[in-house]
């Protein structure tokens, strides 16, 4: 059983990396985006954000962690001999890290100039809708996580992007 978790902040590059690494090594991907959208349309009172723009869950995260490990523990007990690739922003390295000590961890990361941030996210759809003050508080949301992962990296590895 081998176990990774790609996380960082929003627009560096998980799901990219997670389908590169999928399509060379013929592992499965399970995607905390899709997962937490099931969720919440299955559920009407199940919430994550208490805000608009937000890089982690702000309410249910524990909830949310649990639906999580018990997929994963279900998936390895089916498919024991599988590779299994998380990804996602839903959970630090040390969250995901309590319930599964044994997979590798890694943390995408944008520490760069905020303008090169607002690129990256005017690259997603729905986000260019968005009120520029909003994309403004979202970047700096992006570094300041990005920042954060990357000054405590240690059982993880960060890659900057």
């Known amino acids: 059983?081998?176990?990774?978790?790609?996380?960082?902040?929003?627009?560096?590059?998980?799901?990219?990396?997670?389908?590169?690494?999928?399509?060379?090594?013929?592992?499965?991907?399970?995607?905390?985006?899709?997962?937490?959208?099931?969720?919440?349309?299955?559920?009407?009172?199940?919430?994550?954000?208490?805000?608009?723009?937000?890089?982690?869950?702000?309410v249910n995260g524990d909830t949310f962690l649990d639906l999580t490990a018990n997929y994963i523990h279900h998936f390895f007990a089916d498919y024991h001999?599988?590779?299994?690739?998380?990804?996602?922003?839903h959970f630090t390295p040390t969250a995901f890290h309590a319930r599964f000590p044994n997979a590798e961890i890694i943390a995408l990361g944008r520490t760069g100039e905020i303008k090169e941030i607002i690129e990256a996210i005017k690259e997603k759809d729905w986000m260019q809708t968005l009120p520029e003050k909003t994309i403004n508080r979202y970047a700096e949301l992006i570094r300041n996580d990005s920042m954060e992962l990357k000054h405590n990296a240690g059982f993880y590895r960060y890659i900057e992007i």
Not at 22 to 49: G, I, M, T
Not at 81 to 87: F, P, R, S, Y
């Open 81 to 89: 001999n599988q590779t299994q690739i998380v990804e996602g922003c």
């Open 1 to 58: 059983m081998r176990l990774i978790y790609i996380t960082g902040a929003p627009r560096c590059g998980k799901t990219t990396l997670a389908n590169q690494m999928a399509k060379e090594q013929n592992v499965s991907v399970f995607s905390l985006d899709a997962f937490s959208k099931a969720v919440r349309s299955a559920f009407d009172d199940f919430k994550l954000y208490t805000d608009e723009i937000s890089i982690r869950p702000t």
